[in-house]
């Protein structure tokens, strides 16, 4: 499966965004899915992550409440919207899938990954 972020860009503080991820060459349904990002200097993190089917969905609890992730297996998509965004949000951000496991919050588990997608907040 190839995935394609967009969406990033450059926000101030308070702002919000809504990321894309495409999919595209398998169907999103045998994939558990996921949302993580890169700050600089820093390890990548998990944002949301899906279950196979999406009958599970986690956040890391930094975002819970300023967030929401989704997925439409049928448009072979998924979104993060992402709002009252903080500079400590500035990362890429890149989707990710793994066929492999159900559900994983480690980005080691996931095989496939987007290109990313810079999102910067200013304070």
């Known amino acids: 499966v190839q995935l394609q972020a967009s969406g990033g860009g450059l926000v101030q503080a308070g702002c919000s965004l809504r990321l894309s991820c495409a999919a595209s060459?398998?169907?999103?349904?045998?994939?558990?899915m996921g949302w993580f990002r890169q700050a600089p200097g820093k390890e990548r993190e998990f944002v949301a992550v899906?279950?196979?089917?999406?009958?599970?969905?986690n956040y890391r609890d930094s975002v819970k409440g300023r967030f929401t992730a989704s997925r439409d297996d049928a448009k072979n998509t998924l979104w993060l919207q992402m709002n009252n965004l903080k500079p400590e949000d500035t990362a890429v951000y890149y989707c990710?899938?793994?066929?492999?496991?159900?559900?994983?919050?480690?980005?080691?588990?996931?095989?496939?990954w987007g290109q990313g997608t810079l999102v910067t907040v200013s304070s």
């Open positions: 990710a899938a793994t066929q492999i496991y159900f559900y994983s919050t480690s980005s080691n588990d996931y095989d496939y």
């Open positions: 060459g398998r169907k999103l349904n045998n994939y558990a």
């Open positions: 899906f279950s196979r089917g999406g009958t599970t969905t």
